[in-house]
């Protein structure tokens, strides 16, 4: 009898153990979130932060979550400026996360309306395309880690693995798994 739904306590151990094509999925992560594009990264985790929640997916949304306010953390710590822009967050972001939630759960109310609010919002149009690439990373990464049983990390773990995130990104990540694998 196979233990598969118990075998796995960490999404990293899935994509090592499936590194042919999960390597792909890591270095689109890689770009997606922590590359310099029109969001800045601590919006981005928000928004997988807020898919991983509304998909019921713990285990994501604490780490993004956590991600997310370390970020807003140092941006507030580094600059009375950014701190001051950090103010009006929720206003300026308001209409990307309500276009989040319906590319999560409702696709067929997309409007154009949607589209009009983010652009009167001063973002360009490609920005649409970017948080819907986003809230579908978060959605993939959603059912890996919930069709595989992982469970949440305790708060040990999740504080490491955010601090690994940050310093590291996906791709570091991935690098620092698979050479601990290749020591034992």
Same mark, same amino acid.
């Given at each position: 009898? +196979?233990?598969?739904?118990? =075998?796995?306590? +960490?999404?990293?151990?899935?994509?090592?153990?499936?590194?042919?094509?999960?390597?792909?999925?890591?270095?689109?992560?890689?770009?997606?979130?922590?590359?310099? /594009?029109?969001?800045?990264?601590?919006?981005?985790?928000?928004?997988?932060?807020?898919?991983?929640?509304?998909?019921?997916?713990?285990?994501?949304?604490?780490?993004?979550?956590?991600?997310?306010?370390?970020?807003? %953390? &140092?941006?507030? /710590?580094s600059s009375p400026l950014e701190d001051i822009s950090m103010s009006t967050i929720e206003e300026e972001y308001k209409s990307?996360?309500?276009?989040?939630? =319906?590319?999560?759960?409702?696709? +067929?109310?997309?409007?154009q309306n949607d589209v009009d609010e983010i652009l009167s919002n001063g973002f360009p149009e490609n920005v649409i395309s970017?948080?819907?690439?986003?809230?579908?990373?978060? &959605?993939?990464?959603? /059912? /890996?880690?919930?069709?595989?049983?992982?469970?949440?990390?305790?708060?040990?773990?999740?504080?490491?693995?955010?601090?690994?995130?940050?310093?590291?990104?996906?791709?570091?990540?991935? %690098?620092?798994?698979?050479?601990?694998? =290749?020591?034992?």
């Amino acid at each position: 009898m +196979s233990n598969f739904l118990d =075998k796995y306590k +960490s999404v990293y151990n899935v994509f090592l153990d499936n590194w042919d094509y999960q390597s792909h999925y890591v270095m689109f992560l890689e770009k997606l979130l922590y590359n310099e /594009t029109i969001l800045p990264i601590h919006i981005k985790e928000m928004i997988f932060a807020y898919i991983s929640s509304l998909n019921g997916c713990a285990y994501c949304k604490n780490i993004h979550a956590e991600i997310a306010k370390e970020l807003i %953390d &140092q941006i507030k /710590t580094s600059s009375p400026l950014e701190d001051i822009s950090m103010s009006t967050i929720e206003e300026e972001y308001k209409s990307i996360l309500k276009f989040s939630y =319906k590319v999560n759960e409702d696709l +067929s109310s997309i409007s154009q309306n949607d589209v009009d609010e983010i652009l009167s919002n001063g973002f360009p149009e490609n920005v649409i395309s970017e948080v819907i690439a986003i809230c579908s990373a978060a &959605q993939y990464m959603n /059912t /890996t880690v919930k069709a595989h049983n992982i469970p949440p990390l305790n708060d040990n773990m999740n504080s490491a693995s955010v601090r690994m995130m940050i310093q590291k990104g996906y791709q570091g990540l991935a %690098d620092y798994m698979l050479e601990k694998r =290749k020591k034992n």
